[in-house]
């Protein structure tokens, strides 16, 4: 019994198709031409069909019949591997010497016919169904066999990246606590720290408010001590001079008198001798002067004399050392004052106990 094919429809080819034909060969002889390969004016029921032997080696030859040019392409394949019934793409390849298909697969060739099969029954054997049907189950068992080893392996694979998963998990899991201890613990050091600074910058703020304080107070101070200073300036320099020079001028009288009585001094030193003796005799106490007496009276008066004259002339020296610091420091407070007049200064005033030491040798 014979097969059949139709053809149906061809794409790919940058001609007219209603210039193309396709010649159809089984083991290298001719067996039919279809042109055109498809006509607007037929549907594929009125295609005809091309008969064809059950088994062998198609050929078909795609050409454009009104030229005559090379072929476009063309594909050769054994009968047997064209299904028993039903549509299927055929790939055409331009290499005729390189054209055999031996099995079947889903073309997405550029150039390609499409054509519909009908393959006559074939009776089979129970005796060969059974043995097909052997050799599709152990074709089968074979396949389930194979599946189960990639599956074991995948098995043993995925147990060997869950393994490595587990410990992994486990080892981030244990980063992950030490990491959350750390942090704990860091986050209580911050917190005491930020809790150390907060109260130290409270302190600040409180001794920044005191040091406020203290400047507005020192402020008002320097104010008033300005204020007082520049009355002083105005009304007390004169009067401290004046008063410089009238101490002055008191010291002066105070020398020229202490000079005055030590003449005199000198004057009752020298006849104190004489009188005293004179005095004895006058008593009875003493009856004869000798050269003895008259020496020890000498001697005495002469240490009378030189102990009043050493007392005198420390106190001279004295006042003289006072006149003399006193003219310095009248020297230098009028150099200050006029200093303080120029610069708006405050005014030196004279210590206390050196007014009590002046005020005392006046009055001695």
Not at 8 to 28: A, D, K, M, T, W
Not at 141 to 157: A, D, G, K, M, V
Not at 319 to 332: A, M, N
Request: glycine fraction near 4%; charged fraction near 30%; aromatic fraction near 6%.
């Amino acid at each position: 019994m014979k097969s059949k094919i139709q053809i149906l429809r061809c794409e790919g080819f940058n001609h007219e198709e209603s210039s193309l034909g396709c010649y159809i060969l089984v083991n290298q002889e001719l067996v039919d031409v279809i042109t055109p390969l498809k006509s607007s004016d037929l549907s594929s029921d009125q295609i005809p069909f091309t008969e064809i032997p059950s088994d062998g080696l198609l050929k078909l030859i795609v050409k454009e019949m009104h030229k005559d040019s090379l072929y476009l392409g063309s594909l050769s394949l054994p009968i047997q591997s064209l299904p028993s019934k039903g549509f299927v793409w055929l790939p055409i390849f331009q290499d005729m010497d390189n054209d055999t298909v031996n099995v079947l697969k889903d073309t997405k060739s550029c150039t390609r016919l499409l054509i519909s099969v009908e393959k006559p029954p074939t009776s089979i054997s129970s005796t060969s169904l059974y043995q097909l049907q052997i050799k599709k189950f152990e074709f089968i068992i074979s396949q389930l066999e194979e599946r189960l080893t990639e599956n074991t392996q995948i098995f043993e694979q995925e147990k060997k990246a869950r393994s490595v998963l587990a410990t992994a998990y486990e080892q981030l899991q244990r980063q992950h606590e030490e990491f959350v201890n750390k942090s704990e613990k860091r986050e209580q050091s911050l917190l005491s720290l930020l809790e150390k600074k907060d109260q130290e910058l409270q302190e600040s703020f409180c001794k920044f408010k005191d040091l406020r304080n203290r400047y507005d107070t020192v402020k008002l101070e320097k104010s008033h001590l300005g204020e007082q200073l520049e009355y002083f300036r105005k009304h007390t320099s004169l009067k401290v001079v004046e008063e410089f020079c009238g101490e002055i001028e008191g010291l002066k009288r105070t020398i020229r008198d202490m000079k005055e009585k030590d003449k005199k001094c000198c004057k009752v030193v020298d006849g104190l001798g004489k009188d005293w003796l004179d005095a004895l005799k006058g008593l009875g106490i003493m009856k004869k002067v000798t050269a003895e007496d008259l020496e020890s009276c000498d001697k005495l008066g002469e240490f009378q004399l030189k102990a009043q004259i050493l007392a005198l002339t420390e106190k001279n020296t004295a006042l003289t050392e006072r006149v003399k610091q006193l003219e310095s420091d009248k020297t230098g407070l009028i150099s200050e004052i006029m200093d303080n007049e120029n610069t708006g200064g405050k005014v030196p005033k004279r210590p206390e106990k050196e007014n009590q030491i002046f005020s005392g040798r006046l009055q001695n």
